[in-house]
């Protein structure tokens, strides 16, 4: 009897050893909310890139666990979520979607050595005001991002009213000034600067005020949901002006919710990684499970990639080795071969502008003479 009870004992502690041989990284995003879709294309890279990962025997021999943590883009829910990855004891995050979200919750895994990087949060603040050197981003910067998209206006639009706006957010605020600051720089001062409330669903008034303003253009620093009322609002007006916006488009629930409206919808984003042709297999096995490789799917799915490779170089998950690799190492992801600088952003190539038509969207021109168009996304 004492020998099967030690028996037990002995299962128990070799089970209790394997489960403590497991890896708990996050993902943090908008998994409910109105930015929910871009939650989705998080959880749906970082799913695909555990399960990947492990299938190949995981990372230095231990397997990897996922949490998910849902901040819906709130920053007080941000911080509620780092400190809960805080205690689940997890090493790495891939996260946060929202600039708002990522800003104050980098400060939570700075103290508590957690490394963290963003796929999708592109406010300049985030990296250069950074609180700790184990926050990073695989994605560009709205200070790149406002750069092509203002040359892009003044020379495209120079005889056209151009309105800006901004939802006061983090993202879109910053964004907006950026784009501003460029286009005043070429010469063109906007007709219309003025900021709007997200989450509103009547932009009547302001809609209102454009026409009567003539715009011609309007520039959103904002995310898809409230430009996609906009572009309806405007066009039940008899307004036909264009809309011009970033990233936060990239998103098929755009055109769910303009229908014909959002046609010729103008917006920057990184060169589609969908294109490149080692993220062929991963998309494959994305679209085969019924999902959507668009938007940051698959930013995600190289940020854990990344942090995977810096691991295996490190050969432990400890915080100072594994920081030591992503600032020394260079990365062979879906999204590229990818690097970090001294203050964390990615060494990869800039913006391209895109344009929605019928329900997709497409290379309209790119932001980098390396970066070729090829066939269009599907």
Not at 207 to 222: A, F, H, K, P, S
Not at 273 to 295: D, L, Q, T, Y
Request: aromatic content about 8%; some cysteine.
């Amino acid at each position: 009897m004492k020998k099967v009870l030690l028996g037990g004992v002995a299962l128990n502690l070799v089970m209790s050893g394997m489960a403590m041989a497991e890896i708990t990284i996050g993902v943090a995003g908008p998994i409910t909310g109105q930015y929910a879709s871009f939650g989705e294309q998080f959880r749906t890279g970082a799913e695909q890139a555990v399960a990947d990962i492990n299938e190949a025997g995981g990372v230095n021999g231990e397997m990897l666990r996922l949490s998910i943590g849902d901040d819906a883009c709130d920053p007080r829910q941000a911080v509620a979520v780092a400190n809960q990855f805080a205690s689940e004891g997890v090493t790495f995050v891939a996260g946060h979607f929202c600039s708002g979200s990522s800003i104050p919750a980098s400060q939570v895994y700075a103290d508590e050595e957690i490394v963290m990087i963003s796929p999708a949060s592109t406010n300049p603040a985030f990296t250069e005001e950074r609180p700790g050197e184990g926050v990073f981003r695989v994605c560009g910067r709205d200070d790149q991002q406002g750069e092509v998209a203002g040359a892009y206006i003044a020379e495209n639009f120079a005889d056209v009213n151009v309105a800006i706006l901004n939802d006061r957010t983090a993202y879109g605020a910053g964004l907006a000034a950026e784009t501003e600051r460029v286009l005043r720089a070429a010469g063109k001062d906007p007709t219309v600067v003025e900021a709007y409330t997200a989450g509103e669903r009547d932009y009547t008034a302001l809609v209102t005020r454009m026409n009567q303003e003539d715009v011609g253009l309007v520039y959103i620093g904002g995310y898809h949901t409230e430009a996609g009322l906009i572009a309806r609002q405007m066009r039940e007006q008899g307004m036909d002006a264009l809309i011009m916006s970033g990233d936060a488009l990239v998103s098929d629930e755009y055109w769910a919710i303009t229908g014909e409206a959002g046609e010729g919808t103008l917006m920057t984003f990184s060169p589609d990684p969908r294109r490149n042709e080692v993220a062929a297999p991963v998309v494959e096995k994305i679209e085969a499970a019924g999902k959507s490789a668009e938007g940051y799917a698959l930013y995600t799915y190289a940020a854990i990639q990344a942090w995977a490779q810096a691991v295996n170089t490190a050969g432990s998950t400890d915080f100072e080795p594994v920081v030591a690799a992503l600032n020394e190492g260079t990365f062979d992801t879906v999204i590229g071969e990818l690097a970090f600088d001294d203050v964390g952003d990615v060494t990869l190539p800039g913006y391209v502008v895109y344009e929605w038509s019928d329900g997709t969207y497409d290379y309209v021109e790119t932001a980098a003479a390396d970066v070729e168009p090829a066939t269009p996304a599907q």
